[in-house]
């Protein structure tokens, strides 16, 4: 079985790798280390105005590129097989894709505990992907 988990570089996502080692069957799983990245401003048509602004947005891609390398290999380093990805697009359409694509059947994600007034107007990722996925959430909490 195939375990993804989705980070965002937060405590909870480091609580959640730590989950992860824990799981019986890690160590015969693929895991997929994810990053949702902003996506690309020219590629939803916005004016990504300056060189320098160009420049900015492609040093943050390489710097969570960096950071979910880091996660993946602290990972094999325990014995897991793992693979770090940073992919852009919306968040939870985006890692619901990679679920199917990486053939998961496993869903790792963080919950910020943002209270109940942040998750009615904004929502949360947790709680988007918990409602639409259709392998097993395990849901960490930042405690």
Same mark, same amino acid.
């Given at each position: 079985?195939?375990?993804?988990?989705?980070?965002?570089?937060?405590?909870?996502?480091r609580?959640?790798?730590?989950?992860?080692?824990?799981?019986?069957?890690?160590?015969?799983?693929?895991?997929?280390?994810?990053?949702?990245?902003?996506?690309?401003?020219?590629?939803? /048509?916005?004016?990504?105005?300056?060189?320098?602004?160009?420049? *900015?947005?492609?040093?943050?891609?390489?710097?969570?590129?960096?950071?979910?390398?880091?996660?993946?290999?602290?990972?094999?380093?325990? /014995?897991?097989?793992?693979?770090?990805?940073?992919? *852009? /697009?919306?968040?939870?359409?985006?890692?619901?894709?990679?679920?199917?694509?990486?053939?998961? /059947?496993?869903?790792?994600?963080?919950?910020?505990?943002?209270?109940?007034?942040?998750?009615?107007?904004?929502?949360?990722?947790?709680?988007?992907?918990?409602?639409?996925? +259709? +392998?097993?959430v395990?849901?960490v909490?930042?405690?």
């Amino acid at each position: 079985m195939n375990i993804l988990i989705a980070v965002d570089f937060s405590e909870v996502s480091r609580k959640a790798l730590d989950v992860v080692r824990t799981l019986p069957r890690a160590e015969n799983a693929k895991v997929f280390v994810i990053h949702v990245a902003e996506p690309d401003p020219e590629f939803v /048509g916005w004016d990504t105005g300056p060189e320098v602004v160009r420049e *900015q947005v492609a040093a943050e891609f390489h710097r969570e590129r960096q950071q979910v390398e880091a996660m993946a290999d602290d990972l094999r380093k325990s /014995g897991i097989e793992a693979a770090g990805l940073v992919v *852009q /697009g919306p968040t939870v359409a985006t890692i619901l894709d990679e679920v199917q694509r990486r053939d998961a /059947g496993l869903l790792v994600v963080g919950s910020h505990g943002h209270g109940a007034a942040y998750d009615l107007t904004v929502g949360s990722i947790s709680t988007g992907v918990i409602r639409k996925s +259709v +392998v097993p959430v395990l849901v960490v909490p930042n405690r």
